[in-house]
């Protein structure tokens, strides 16, 4: 099963593609966001390539993301699907992913978006700390981190990542709202697209995608059933 999950920065998304992998037998979350930050802090040269977009809340060029997904999802725990969490974020990054899976005779189970207000997803993120070590998530307002800013959970220092800072944030939501958006009409058109609201709790939202999720496959099938059955024009 092949799904994706699109939404404001800060709406839930890798929270809630990490529950419904573990959901869905351990198929693999490919967050891009999570590939970039570990080639910046290898030094890779993709990393170097990604890091001035990122700190400046510009999106990566498509050429780089397409190749990096398709690589991806290549490898041999993907095989069973995956859920894409951050890509697409361009009509064009889209295309292309549609493209590729159709030379493999596979295409796009269906995508989940995450519905938020753009404020409420701004005070999140504005407020949102980082572990540098296991990646922990804390939140100013809810689930504050130690004082001393050393993870709870493993030790390691937590901090503010530079595209959290509220100047960046602001921009990365107009980035969303010209080139990300569309991708609503484009997987809405293919019948695909299940929308959720993203501002319940975790558990809520979560239990929503799964029940949601289900429903939408079972029409995608008996869709295709039916056009496949003989007499079909
Ligand atoms: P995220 O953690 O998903 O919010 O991603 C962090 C940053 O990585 C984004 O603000 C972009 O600079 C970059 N990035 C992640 N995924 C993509 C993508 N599909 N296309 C372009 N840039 C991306």
Redesign the pocket.
Same mark, same amino acid.
């Given at each position: 099963m092949e799904l994706i999950f699109i939404g404001y920065?800060g709406s839930g998304? #890798?929270t809630q593609a990490a529950l419904l992998s573990q959901h869905l037998n351990n198929i693999p979350r490919i967050? =891009? #966001? *999570?590939i970039?930050?570990a080639a910046v802090a290898a030094k890779k040269e993709l990393g170097l390539k990604?890091k001035k977009?990122?700190d400046a #809340?510009?999106?990566? $060029? *498509?050429e780089v993301?397409i190749d990096l997904?398709i690589q991806r999802v290549s490898e041999p725990d993907s095989v069973k699907g995956y859920i894409l *969490?951050?890509? $697409?974020? =361009?009509i064009h990054?889209a295309q292309e992913l549609d493209r590729v899976l159709l030379n493999y005779d596979r295409k796009i189970s269906a995508v989940i978006s995450l519905e938020i207000e753009k404020r409420k997803v701004v005070e999140r993120l504005t407020s949102r700390r980082v572990c540098g070590r296991c990646g922990h998530l804390y939140n100013l307002l809810a689930d504050l981190p130690p004082e001393n800013n050393i993870c709870s959970a493993c030790g390691g220092e937590v901090y503010q990542r530079s595209?959290d800072k509220p100047e960046t944030v602001l921009h990365?939501m107009d980035?969303y709202e010209e080139a990300t958006r569309p991708l609503k009409a484009y997987y809405g058109s293919q019948g695909k697209l299940v929308q959720i609201d993203g501002s319940l709790s975790i558990e809520k939202v979560h239990a929503e995608v799964v029940h949601r999720l289900v429903k939408k496959l079972i029409e995608l099938e008996t869709a295709a059933k039916l056009l496949s059955a003989p007499g079909h024009a």
């Open positions: 920065p998304k #890798g967050s =891009t #966001g *999570d970039l930050r990604a977009y990122m #809340g510009e999106l990566v $060029p *498509d993301m997904v *969490d951050g890509f $697409p974020r =361009t990054q595209d990365r980035v």
